[in-house]
């Protein structure tokens, strides 16, 4: 799903003269490329960045490996972010919430979670406009690590233990219940086509929408 988009991009005429910087992980990027491609001028509309965060079975999600993104990365973001007249598209594979400051300036991002085998392809699709990016965020992004203040009694435990002390509050619950903004809603998501909810009505367990 679409994270953020700014504006309308006619990437199927972009996307033939793009720079695809990196392939599936951000720390495979060969930075000797990468400053080259810093150093010199190249006659390209779009950059393309992807990056990707990997878990293992059996094992929590580290924050500093597997939350964040690598320095480098982001800092490369950063930088063709901001650089006049060029469109810049970051591409997320995350196996779930993840941190997304660095793509403020971005002009798209777009985040694929775990994708399977035809991963390549549907992204393709997606970003040369033959698909309609539909899908919603199914959890809430943080703002900054921690985000919701889980103290160590918490998570990851002591001695084996965890307090369960936030009950419900979890999730969009605990940003719902604190009045706090995340830096991307549970069920956000854009597309290509804007539209609009009303007359929302609950009868038991009937729903209606005007859309």
Do not use: C
């Amino acid at each position: 799903m679409f994270l953020n988009s700014k504006g309308y991009i006619r990437l199927w005429i972009y996307v033939f003269e793009a720079i695809v910087l990196g392939f599936m992980t951000d720390f495979f990027m060969d930075k000797a490329l990468s400053n080259v491609l810093f150093q010199q001028h190249f006659d390209y509309d779009t950059v393309i960045f992807f990056g990707q965060q990997t878990v293992e079975e059996g094992k929590n999600r580290i924050f500093y490996d597997h939350f964040d993104w690598s320095k480098d990365f982001k800092n490369d973001v950063k930088t063709y972010s901001k650089m006049e007249g060029k469109k810049t598209i970051v591409v997320l594979t995350t196996p779930g919430a993840t941190l997304t400051d660095f793509t403020k300036d971005a002009d798209a991002v777009l985040v694929n979670f775990y994708a399977g085998e035809k991963y390549p392809e549907a992204i393709g699709n997606i970003l040369t406009g033959l698909v309609n990016p539909s899908g919603k965020l199914p959890v809430s992004f943080p703002n900054f690590e921690n985000d919701i203040y889980m103290s160590s009694q918490q998570w990851p435990g002591v001695d084996l233990k965890a307090e369960y002390s936030e009950k419900l509050r979890v999730g969009y619950r605990w940003y719902d219940y604190y009045e706090i903004d995340p830096a991307y809603s549970f069920g956000h998501g854009l597309s290509y086509t804007t539209f609009n909810y009303k007359r929302m009505q609950i009868d038991d367990r009937n729903v209606t929408v005007l859309v």
